[in-house]
Nanobody, 120 residues
Framework: QVQLVESGGGLVQPGGSLRLSCAAS????????MGWYRQAPGKQRELVAA???????NYAGPVKGRFTISRDNAKDTVYLQMNNLKFEDTAVYYC??????????????WGKGTLVTVSS
């Protein structure tokens, strides 16, 4: 059994910052790519940022230059530093990871999400 647990969401004013964390735990052999997605009310879930096991990153256009994804492989944790937040960043943020388990399978796992609200 593998779990991804996000933390760090909350209410922030426009221009403010938040740091999200997502820790993987359970029967993990190795973790491939990890990523952050978000889903705003009435919209489809979209990729925000992703990072490979080697540290290569990819960002969605609207967050480039404002968000930074990083990971600590020793802690099986991925982070999303969000700066200069805007109203349109309001969404539930989900963590995802491609994980090889101790039992030999490979699956994509999702966390339950953490709410980020940008409001004045």
């Amino acid at each position: 059994q593998v779990q991804l647990v996000e933390s760090g969401g909350g209410l922030v004013q426009p221009g403010g910052s938040l740091r999200l964390s997502c820790a993987a735990s359970g029967s993990i052999f190795s973790i491939n790519a990890m990523g952050w997605y978000r889903q705003a009310p009435g919209k489809q879930r979209e990729l925000v940022a992703a990072i490979t096991s080697g540290g290569s990153t990819n960002y969605a256009g609207p967050v480039k230059g404002r968000f930074t994804i990083s990971r600590d492989n020793a802690k099986d944790t991925v982070y999303l530093q969000m700066n200069n937040l805007k109203f349109e960043d309001t969404a539930v943020y989900y963590c995802s990871a491609g994980i090889a388990t101790m039992t030999g399978g490979f699956y994509y796992y999702w966390g339950k999400g953490t709410l980020v609200t940008v409001s004045s």
